[in-house]
């Protein structure tokens, strides 16, 4: 059974478009993450939600929109897509331990995302 | 702010010989210390964690890490490696204590490459 699972796997569309990404997680996790994974494989942090709530907001333009309709779902809506946008985005989850953070994360496939 | 560095970019091993990827961070305050790995077109895989006690922890695959407090270091390490230990190898630190989100701060990863 897959514990973090990300659709679509690849994701290929047009400057200027709205696109989302959706992700869910069967872990009974509390915590749940936006990674990007830019052309130099290098993670980047976006957004992290615990129990629906927003915990983590990068710096991250404003036309990237998580939602989080229940702790088991992060969604990803990005508005008027860049070239910049490019990259592979990973979901991940976790749970929360309080100050310690020593549980780890689980991530999903990730999705491709290119951008033309 | 926390950084993570890992000095090797590219290594290249033949099957058999020994492994040791360099990580090091800078935080002043404790941290969590983590080996992720990324198989080719896979996600990140946790390889070995260390929250605190014996300094030398063991992971799967025959993966071992030494966490030393006064360099600031976490350095992976495998005796002997084999043809599928082929990957990208991320390291990764977050902030114990009040005020922390579990935020993930990665290195920019090691490719490794085993030859046969």
């Known amino acids: 059974d897959t514990a973090v699972s990300q659709t679509p796997k690849y994701l290929v569309t047009q400057m200027g478009n709205d696109k989302s990404i959706k992700c869910e997680q069967n872990?009974?996790?509390?915590?749940m993450y936006w990674y990007k994974q830019d052309s130099k494989k290098f993670l980047k942090i976006m957004f992290s939600y615990n129990n629906k709530e927003l915990i983590i907001n990068e710096t991250v333009p404003n036309r990237f929109s998580p939602k989080s309709p229940d702790k088991a779902h992060l969604n990803l809506h990005i508005n008027s897509l860049e070239l910049g946008d490019s990259a592979v985005y990973f979901c991940?989850?976790?749970?929360?331990?309080?100050?310690?953070?020593?549980?780890?994360?689980?991530f999903g496939d990730g999705t491709r995302l290119s951008i033309l | 702010a926390q950084s993570v560095s890992q000095h090797n970019h590219h290594v290249i091993l033949s099957e058999a010989a020994s492994l040791e990827l360099g990580c090091n961070y800078s935080?002043?305050?404790?941290?969590?210390l983590f080996w992720y790995v990324q198989y080719p077109g896979q996600h990140l895989q946790l390889l070995l964690k260390y929250f605190s006690g014996d300094p030398l922890v063991k992971g799967i695959k025959g993966f071992e890490a030494e966490f030393i407090k006064s360099k600031f270091s976490f350095n992976l390490r495998k005796p002997s490696v084999q043809w599928s230990d082929t990957a990208e190898y991320f390291c990764?630190?977050?902030?114990?204590?009040?005020?922390?989100?579990?935020?993930?701060?990665f290195g920019q990863g090691t490719t490794l490459q085993v030859k046969p």
């Open positions: 991940a989850s976790s749970r929360s331990t309080g100050t310690d953070s020593n549980q780890p994360q689980h």
């Open positions: 990764a630190v977050n902030a114990v204590g009040s005020g922390n989100t579990g935020k993930l701060i």
């Open positions: 872990l009974g996790h509390d915590t």
């Open positions: 935080y002043g305050g404790t941290v969590n």
